[in-house]
């Protein structure tokens, strides 16, 4: 059990913060879901119920995010992702929180508008205005509307893919000794934590408040998009640069940075049979919904995990939720094919 006498102040430096998100978010356990498989027993980490426009992980970051730009006096955020990002339709709601304008910046060409659902909806809900990057590099075509922006007499603040740079991730090593406070408070100790990753932010931000707070079991990152030796050499200078930043002390032991990239499937945003069958079993066991491109693909691997021993049946394991439910509906002729029979 974590030691008694817990203190965030005691761990690490607190940046400023704008706030946007519910915190804490719940920590609950899965009794229904850890029955039908016979063990472990399992918990979900509640980041989907963040609270802002859908809710999700994007939020802890744009609370240090949009204090940063603020305190730099920027009027306009930018940022890049695909045409689902969960963390562009999160910079959007947060700009219009903050009462900054945002330019989003998004993979590919515009579609149909009949087919405007889902994030992408919502961005235009939320008033970004969207830019599409067509063949050309995301980030270039960013740089390229910043310097237009600066040129009209405007401040913009250019935020990365994923909020994933050292302001963002150190919203997860806040995360983590927020949740090391939790278990502190239920009595209970994860053996492992599994959660998504691909930009790279959230995964940094764990391995250092992890470090910070002593945790000895294992931080799992189901990689959503590359392969494991790519993600933790982005991961690890991340976490020590986060380390830094919160003034702990670093860098965190390498084998907190753990990646499985067993779970890549047919690539970023494609949905098989895996991540079916894992949406449909929690909704239907837990009423919880996943998403199909991020928690869905880590349930899967969870699920696999179980069934073929490689996580015991005795013991305590963490999925830490990270949101993104509104991309459920822009994926309803993916979710309704076929799926095999949940046991």
């Given amino acids: 059990m974590p030691a008694g006498g817990f203190s965030l102040a005691k761990i690490m430096k607190h940046p400023a913060r704008f706030p946007l998100a519910h915190l804490p978010t719940p920590l609950e356990p899965l009794d229904r879901l850890s029955a039908a498989l016979g063990g472990p027993r399992l918990w979900i980490k509640r980041d989907d119920q963040t609270g802002l426009a859908g809710g ?3 939020t802890r970051k744009l609370e240090l995010l ?7 006096r920027a009027d306009l955020l930018l940022t890049v992702g695909a045409v689902q990002s969960n963390h562009c339709r999160q910079t959007a ?3 219009a929180r903050a009462g900054l304008d945002c330019v989003l910046v998004l993979r590919g060409a515009a579609p149909p508008r009949e087919q405007w659902t889902g994030n992408l909806l919502l961005d235009d809900l939320l008033g970004a205005r969207l830019v599409w990057a067509g063949d050309r590099n995301r980030e270039a075509v960013m740089e390229q509307a910043a310097q237009e922006e600066r040129a009209a007499g405007r401040r913009p603040y250019p935020i990365p893919l994923g909020g994933s740079n050292v302001v963002g991730a150190a919203a997860y090593a806040l995360a983590f000794a927020e949740l090391w406070g939790q278990m502190h408070e239920r009595g209970v100790i994860f053996d492992r934590i599994l959660f998504a990753s691909s930009s790279g932010g959230t995964q940094a931000g764990l391995v250092a408040g992890a470090a910070a707070c002593g945790y000895q079991g294992q931080l799992l990152a189901i990689s959503i998009d590359q392969t494991s030796a790519d993600l933790s050499a982005l ?4 976490a020590a640069e986060v380390c830094r930043h919160l003034e702990i002390a670093g860098p965190p032991p390498p084998q907190l940075v753990a ?13 098989g049979d895996p991540e079916r069958e894992a949406i449909r079993l929690l909704a239907r066991t837990e009423g919880i919904l996943l998403d199909p491109v991020y928690t869905g693909r880590v349930m899967a691997g969870l699920l696999d995990q179980i069934r073929r021993g490689a996580i015991g049946p005795r013991e305590t394991v963490l999925f830490w939720h990270t949101g993104g439910t509104p991309a459920l509906f822009a994926y309803s002729q993916d ?9």
Avoid: C, E, F, M
Avoid at 235 to 238: A, E, G, I, K, R
Avoid at 335 to 343: H, I, S
């Fill in 259 to 271: 990646v499985d990239d067993g779970y890549l499937g047919g690539g970023y945003a494609v949905v």
């Fill in 66 to 72: 949009i204090a940063d730009a603020l305190a730099q």
């Fill in 93 to 95: 709601a947060a700009a």
């Fill in 56 to 58: 999700g992980n994007k």
């Fill in 235 to 238: 991961v690890s200078p991340l």
């Fill in 335 to 343: 979710l309704l094919g076929p799926t095999q029979t949940a046991r």
